[in-house]
């Protein structure tokens, strides 16, 4: 993964349908999060079917369906766990990107999802509402004082 210490990979096979609808999802939130975050994690694609070097991957991971994401922190694999079985979207990839790399929404996601925040939101998409109005309220202190 050329060094990067996150990177989210999805495991597909051309075939798959839902691997079909999460192409254009996960190609936007690779733009959104480097043009509009400029995070620096790694987002990448792995076709797991069609070719060797794919299943060896995918058989190395563990991956036995597809689509599967996992997320890499230093090179070691940990579940993606946004929104478990349902298809995911740009906001869910994103979100939880960027709830898992940068520091300070790290922290402030963290407390939503351990329910600190008063809408009782749990890791999922809508929680990045609740974390960017968190966010915003301390860089405005930042700025004001």
Same mark, same amino acid.
């Given at each position: ?21 999460? @192409? ?13 975050? #400029? ?7 792995? !076709?797991? !079917? ?11 991971? #563990? ?24 298809? @995911?979207? *740009? ?18 996601? !963290? ?7 008063? =809408?009782?939101? *749990?890791? !999922?998409? *809508? ?6 109005? =968190? =966010?915003?309220?301390?860089? =405005? ?5």
């Amino acid at each position: 993964m050329n060094g990067s210490r996150y990177a989210l990979v999805e495991f597909y096979a051309p075939w798959c349908s839902a691997c079909k609808a999460l @192409q254009t999802e996960y190609l936007i939130a690779a733009a959104q999060l480097k043009y509009t975050y #400029n995070n620096e994690a790694v987002i990448a694609k792995v !076709d797991a !079917d069609s070719t060797a070097e794919g299943q060896a991957l995918a058989a190395r991971f #563990n991956v036995t369906g597809f689509p599967t994401l996992i997320w890499f922190v230093n090179g070691r694999p940990q579940p993606y766990t946004q929104n478990p079985g349902k298809q @995911q979207d *740009r906001s869910d990839l994103v979100f939880w990107v960027v709830s898992k790399t940068d520091d300070i929404t790290r922290a402030l996601t !963290d407390q939503v999802c351990l329910g600190r925040c008063p =809408l009782k939101m *749990r890791n !999922d998409a *809508r929680a990045l509402e609740c974390a960017a109005l =968190l =966010l915003l309220t301390h860089r =405005l202190l930042l700025l004001c004082c």
